[in-house]
């Protein structure tokens, strides 16, 4: 059982930036993959980012590295999504999730999911 919650999301100038937080709660957190996804309006889910508590080195998907950072704070059970230099195509829902498995990008591995918050990248 693993609970997640994001915040951080708002409205940003394109090359602007903004970090999400992703408060992580549960008996075996710790161990758990955390992941980010987006969904744009009329689009499909998409990977964006994800790690393990345990230390792998993190993914990216192609469209936000180098841009995004994904990363933890072991004290606070949070793991955040800085994302510098924006674009407009950025605009979307962000969801944070949890799975028990590996680090993968498919979101069918992802078991916990939380409520997403908007990010809008104005041009």
């Known amino acids: 059982q693993v609970q997640v919650v994001e915040s951080g999301g708002g409205l940003v100038q394109a090359g602007g930036s903004l970090r999400l937080s992703c408060a992580a709660s549960?008996?075996?957190?710790?161990?758990?993959?955390m992941g980010w996804f987006r969904q744009a309006p009329g689009k499909e889910r998409e990977f964006v980012a994800a790690?393990?508590?345990?230390?792998?080195?993190?993914a990216y998907a192609d469209s936000v590295k180098g841009r995004f950072t994904i990363s933890g704070d072991n004290a606070k059970n949070t793991v955040y999504l800085q994302m510098n230099s924006l674009k407009p195509e950025d605009t979307a829902v962000y969801y944070c999730?949890?799975?028990?498995?590996?680090?993968?990008?498919?979101?069918?591995?992802?078991?916990?999911w939380g409520q997403g918050t908007q990010v809008t990248v104005s041009s």
């Open positions: 549960g008996r075996t957190f710790s161990s758990y993959t």
């Open positions: 790690m393990r508590w345990s230390g792998s080195i993190p």
């Open positions: 999730a949890a799975s028990r498995g590996a680090m993968t990008s498919n979101p069918f591995t992802y078991n916990y």
